[in-house]
């Protein structure tokens, strides 16, 4: 089967979506970088899906919207009662990215619904695209926010007590976004899909370094985040003598440290932790503070390990507690459990590599998906392909335009294969 993906659409159809942003931070854009800042639910968030809106119109696709925003787009099979063949990915930037993430697999997926209607291929399942809403936690402090509603993983009640940094419930903003439904409205139930599978790029330097053309994941890492805060005595950086200080920074220093040490113990590559977030008070140069604030995450495809790595961090917490005399509580805000993805998914694309005379390598993801939400409620795959220098959230990040036609095509080939089961 000959599957006529345009290119040159959809290279076109990458950029437009990159102009639907923010503008760059001073001197945070390079030249001939593109800096993408698409927070979910802001005005350039909307203006994206209601562009998106009509590319899925004019393909034929019919819409639906839940509670929560994310947004369906059905391409009707012949036996359409049979649960659908789903695909798709997220739009959503944290500040200062690049117009790759995610967004391959929303236009991606698109382009390969309209390839095969152009092949004049007709799926048995319905095929559907599915854009998920807020996979970054840049407004809400939570990753794929729309898929773990979905799936069920973030229930209504919790998810109602999430807010913004302008002290806004999630309530308060979707409602203002048009999407005023119940919350667990937006639950679907098992068996809804038959099959998901994601195209992204890699976000890694792996498939550029051995020279290969697409990965085919085996496994989702498991992440688990928290926030920990440390309070000690504050006081006039010249007056406090050094023998009797609390100083709560200096405390975190260790802790930081100590996560980066419990990560490498395991001895193993997919173990990963990062302090990326230390808000200290009062934050003045003269000034012993009082009182920090870390952001931890841990990832792991192996959630024993990860887990026992988190146990030795909480450990540290103690140790370091006890002997600088100051006070750490540690607050978790998710430890999900990782995904292994379907052997039927991973031969169906393995299949489609070979038919389309291309390398692929099965591989890990480090970083966390909608996929791996989904996993919760269906069979999952994902679909990789190279991103130079393995850079990603960043506004060099890039993939070549045949890198996204191959994955494109290697996407349509397994759509159609699992929407004929």
């Known amino acids: 089967m000959n599957i006529p993906v345009d290119q040159d659409r959809l290279l076109i159809e990458l950029k437009h979506l990159a102009t639907f942003s923010e503008p760059a931070a001073d001197g945070a854009e390079k030249p001939g970088d593109t800096a993408v800042t698409r927070i979910v639910f802001t005005d350039r968030d909307r203006e994206a899906r209601a562009w998106l809106h009509q590319l899925a119109t004019d393909a034929g696709l019919s819409i639906r919207t839940d509670a929560v925003g994310n947004t369906f787009f059905r391409w009707h099979g012949s036996?359409?009662?049979l649960p659908a063949i789903?695909?798709?990915?997220?739009?959503d930037a944290i500040p200062n990215a690049g117009m790759y993430d995610g967004t391959v697999g929303v236009l991606g997926g698109l382009e390969a619904i309209?390839?095969?209607?152009?092949s004049g291929f007709t799926p048995k399942r319905s095929i559907e695209l599915v854009l998920f809403t807020s996979e970054e936690p840049t407004r809400f402090g939570i990753g794929c926010l729309g898929s773990r509603v979905m799936s069920g993983t973030l229930g209504a009640e919790t998810a109602a007590k999430l807010r913004d940094k302008s002290d806004e419930t999630i309530d308060q903003v979707r409602n203002a976004?048009?999407?005023?439904?119940?919350?667990?409205?937006?639950?679907?139930?098992?068996?809804?899909?038959?099959?998901?599978?994601?195209?992204?790029i890699e976000q890694g330097p792996i498939l550029?370094?051995?020279?290969?053309?697409?990965?085919?994941?085996?496994a989702i890492a498991a992440p688990a985040s928290s926030n920990i805060t440390i309070v000690g005595a504050g006081g006039h950086a010249g007056?406090?003598?050094?023998?009797?200080?609390?100083?709560?920074?200096a405390a975190a220093s260790e802790i930081i440290l100590a996560v980066e040490a419990a990560a490498l113990a395991t001895g193993a590559i997919d173990t990963v932790a990062t302090v990326g977030m230390c808000d200290v008070f009062p934050g003045a140069v003269n000034s012993v503070p009082s009182r920090v604030r870390l952001s931890l995450d841990v990832r792991d495809i192996d959630e024993a390990r990860r887990d026992k790595v988190l146990a030795d961090i909480r450990q540290a917490c103690d140790d370091t507690a006890a002997k600088r005399h100051v006070t750490v509580t540690t607050e978790v805000l998710n430890a999900d459990a990782p995904a292994t993805c379907s052997p039927a998914i991973l031969d169906a694309i393995e299949?489609?590599?070979?038919?389309?005379?291309?390398?692929?390598?099965?591989?890990?993801s480090r970083a966390y998906h909608d996929s791996l939400f989904m996993a919760r409620?269906?069979?999952i795959a994902m679909i990789f392909i190279p991103c130079r220098n393995g850079v990603s959230h960043r506004p060099d990040e890039f993939s070549t335009p045949e890198s996204i036609a191959k994955g494109t095509r290697i996407l349509a080939r397994t759509l159609a294969t699992l929407s004929l089961t």
Do not use: W
């Open 79 to 81: 036996e359409p009662d």
């Open 86 to 91: 789903a695909t798709g990915s997220h739009i």
């Open 114 to 118: 309209r390839a095969l209607q152009a």
């Open 177 to 200: 976004a048009g999407f005023n439904e119940p919350l667990n409205s937006a639950i679907l139930p098992p068996g809804h899909y038959a099959h998901f599978v994601e195209l992204h």
């Open 208 to 218: 550029e370094r051995e020279g290969l053309e697409i990965g085919i994941v085996t």
């Open 239 to 249: 007056a406090m003598l050094m023998p009797i200080r609390k100083d709560a920074l």
């Open 351 to 364: 299949t489609a590599c070979n038919e389309e005379k291309v390398t692929s390598q099965k591989m890990v």
């Open 377 to 379: 409620i269906c069979p």
